[in-house]
């Protein structure tokens, strides 16, 4: 059996430099409030696949601001996070989502709300509980410029039973999605940059 040989054409490693920065140019024009010009119908397929397999009741894409010193929701799979797109600036010295950033670790929580870390700036805006929280780091031309966080949440009331909380299976299921996204990003700032 043959084996695939796939490696760079030599041609083309002069000019690896300038294609270099040119995509980090572009990746560097990308922030929140144009993340969804990025976000296709194959985009939103990944995280509507993110939120069925991690049980989620929402997924939100989270971009690092212009200044550096917020986290934005730019997009989003659900009832909860279409009412916080844009809409929010989550310090990054505050709450979990910016936790996740600065460190570029995963988390995975339930009974969340019980975390001292926890932020409950969206939770009183949104009159709900967050119960259980996974985020993983999102990183697109090789830098961690957000996270993708899902949530399973209950009323404020709290009369409804608690939601069944997230596992391990789940916390893969959004690093996945994570990773497919940053292809997918990849791929296509590589696409636009070397045709026309």
Not at 41 to 51: K, S
Not at 145 to 150: A, D, P
Request: proline share 6%; with cysteine; charged share 25%.
């Amino acid at each position: 059996m043959s084996r695939l040989k796939f490696l760079p054409d030599e041609r083309l490693a002069q000019l690896k430099p300038t294609l270099d920065e040119h995509i980090q140019q572009v990746a560097e024009s990308i922030t929140p409030e144009n993340f969804n010009q990025l976000a296709d119908v194959l985009i939103r397929h990944v995280l509507e696949t993110g939120v069925r397999l991690a049980r989620a009741h929402d997924i939100l894409v989270w971009l690092v601001d212009e200044t550096k010193e917020h986290l934005v929701p730019c997009y989003g799979v659900g009832p909860i996070g279409r009412r916080l797109i844009l809409k929010h600036k989550q310090p990054l010295r505050e709450g979990i989502v910016s936790m996740v950033m600065m460190s570029e670790q995963p988390f995975i929580e339930n009974e969340v709300y019980k975390h001292q870390s926890h932020s409950k700036i969206v939770d009183d805006m949104l009159r709900q509980r967050t119960y259980a929280m996974i985020v993983v780091p999102f990183y697109f031309v090789r830098q961690c410029r957000g996270v993708i966080s899902c949530v399973q949440v209950k009323s404020s009331r709290m009369t409804e039973p608690d939601p069944p909380g997230f596992g391990q299976e789940h916390l893969i299921a959004l690093q996945r999605s994570s990773t497919l996204l940053t292809e997918l990003i990849d791929y296509r700032l590589l696409k636009q940059s070397i045709y026309w």
